[in-house]
């Protein structure tokens, strides 16, 4: 189940870059009026691990295309 559905992020045909997408979907968030602590919480959990985790973590958080 995605945390924030309403929420969308296209990544599919930009840099694969695990900053640039950390970067994306934290500003993503913020627009979307997420609390500090809440983008904070998604931010520890994708950097916790390897790209792959990277981008679980963004699935599960975002609406990824």
């Known amino acids: 189940m995605i945390r924030y559905p ?3 992020i296209k990544l ?3 840099d694969g870059n ?3 997408i950390l970067g994306k ?3 993503a968030l913020r627009r ?3 609390a500090p602590s809440e983008i904070a919480e998604f931010q ?3 950097t916790s691990g390897d790209y ?3 981008l679980q973590t963004c699935m ?3 609406d990824v295309s």
């Open 6 to 8: 309403n929420v969308k």
């Open 12 to 14: 599919t045909g930009t």
């Open 18 to 20: 695990a900053f640039s």
């Open 25 to 27: 979907v934290t500003k």
């Open 32 to 34: 979307a009026g997420c």
């Open 44 to 46: 520890a959990e994708a």
């Open 52 to 54: 792959n985790k990277l």
């Open 60 to 62: 599960s958080w975002v």
